[in-house]
Nanobody, 117 residues
Framework: QVQLVESGGALVQPGGSLRLSCAASGFTFSSYVMSWYRQSPGKEREFVATIATSSSTNYADSVKGRFTISRDNAKNTVYLQMNSLKPEDTAVYYC???????????WGKGTLVTVSS
């Protein structure tokens, strides 16, 4: 059974940093693309970053240069390092992977990041 558990969300001041973690289980982590999405109140869920099995990465324009996604296959964990945080980064951040067997999306329950002074 695929499980994704996010952690690390917090209240942080503008300009601050935060690192999110997503612990994965129930599948061969090293074989799966892992992604982060976020959803702000009243808005659609949006893509933030993705990391391939090769560790190549891709980012939304809004976070490029500020956020870094990484993975530790030995720990079955994907991270999102967020620097220079802005109030508009406030959202629930979700970890995602897609089954390589049937294309089904799996989501964690999310972790709340609030950027405010």
């Amino acid at each position: 059974q695929v499980q994704l558990v996010e952690s690390g969300g917090a209240l942080v001041q503008p300009g601050g940093s935060l690192r999110l973690s997503c612990a994965a289980s129930g599948f061969t982590f090293s074989s799966y693309v892992m992604s982060w999405y976020r959803q702000s109140p009243g808005k659609e869920r949006e893509f933030v970053a993705t990391i391939a099995t090769s560790s190549s990465t891709n980012y939304a324009d809004s976070v490029k240069g500020r956020f870094t996604i990484s993975r530790d296959n030995a720990k079955n964990t994907v991270y999102l390092q967020m620097n220079s945080l802005k109030p508009e980064d406030t959202a629930v951040y979700y970890c995602n992977t897609k089954s390589i067997r049937n294309g089904m999306d799996y989501w964690g329950k999310g972790t709340l990041v609030t950027v405010s002074s």
